[in-house]
């Protein structure tokens, strides 16, 4: 099991530019979440998921969007970049049974 | 809402010795579980021990143990034996338990404590 996974790594844009982040789980969650993470500062929660079709703001949701169409994805998408955006992302998922949240390897992002 | 606060930005210990990393947190729950998090320079999120709020024993995972003071809402890590490989930035995490249906497991972080474990 792959587990799960973010695409990409890292990713550099420019101010006005947009993109997608996506993160796949193979353990069939119905939990997921999209947490960014700045210096001096823990994850904070963008916005979450409980289930396929179904997503809802977190504690930073302001200038992203994501989406749930299938069960094992959950995509963020950044409509128009801004450098306070430059952070690290975290996908995470877990089941139903909630008390234990499991990890991408994070995304890299940079906002010129 | 809940606050989780780590008061130690970094902490510095000797290969083989033990350590402390401090964390408290405020909430009006009563129902909840509290999480320490490994992030090492690889920036993987691994789960190092959790703690549900209903125990009174402390957990221990091997080398990690926790002190969970429920009153004083209070929840230290102690690593024994420190090694090379637990140098890492080390999160405290809170989840109020969810009441069920759709309610979900947000977690909320403090803001991280830095362990450098020196040869």
């Known amino acids: 099991n792959a587990g799960v996974t973010q695409t990409p790594k890292f990713r550099v844009l420019k101010t006005g530019q947009s993109m997608t982040l996506l993160c796949a789980q193979d353990?069939?969650?119905?939990?997921m979440y999209w947490y960014r993470q700045d210096p001096g500062m823990g994850l904070r929660l963008i916005h979450y998921?409980?289930?396929?079709?179904?997503?809802a703001k977190g504690e930073v949701p302001d200038g992203y969007n994501v989406s749930r169409l299938k069960k094992q994805n959950f995509l963020l998408g950044l409509e128009s970049a801004a450098p306070s955006q430059t952070s690290v992302y975290f996908c995470?998922?877990?089941?139903?049974?909630?008390?234990?949240?499991?990890f991408g390897p994070g995304t890299r992002l940079t906002v010129l | 809402a809940q606050t989780v606060t780590q008061s130690q930005p970094e902490m510095s210990v000797q290969e083989a010795e033990t350590v402390t990393l401090s964390c408290t947190y405020d909430?009006?729950?009563?129902?909840?579980?509290l999480f320490w998090y490994k992030q090492p320079p690889s920036r993987q999120m691994i789960l190092v021990i959790r703690?549900?709020?209903?125990?009174?024993q402390n957990a221990t995972e091997n080398r990690f143990s926790v002190n969970f003071q429920k009153a004083a809402k209070s929840f230290s890590l102690k690593i024994s034996d420190s090694q090379l490989g637990d140098t890492a930035m080390y999160f405290c995490?809170?989840?109020?338990?969810?009441?069920?249906?759709?309610?979900?497991?947000?977690?909320?972080f403090g803001q991280g404590t830095i362990l450098t474990v020196h040869p």
């Open positions: 995470a998922s877990s089941s139903r049974n909630y008390n234990e949240q499991f």
């Open positions: 703690q549900e709020a209903y125990k009174q």
């Open positions: 998921s409980v289930g396929e079709g179904t997503t």
């Open positions: 353990m069939n969650h119905e939990y």
């Open positions: 995490a809170f989840m109020k338990q969810p009441a069920g249906g759709t309610s979900y497991g947000k977690l909320t």
């Open positions: 909430t009006s729950e009563n129902n909840y579980y």
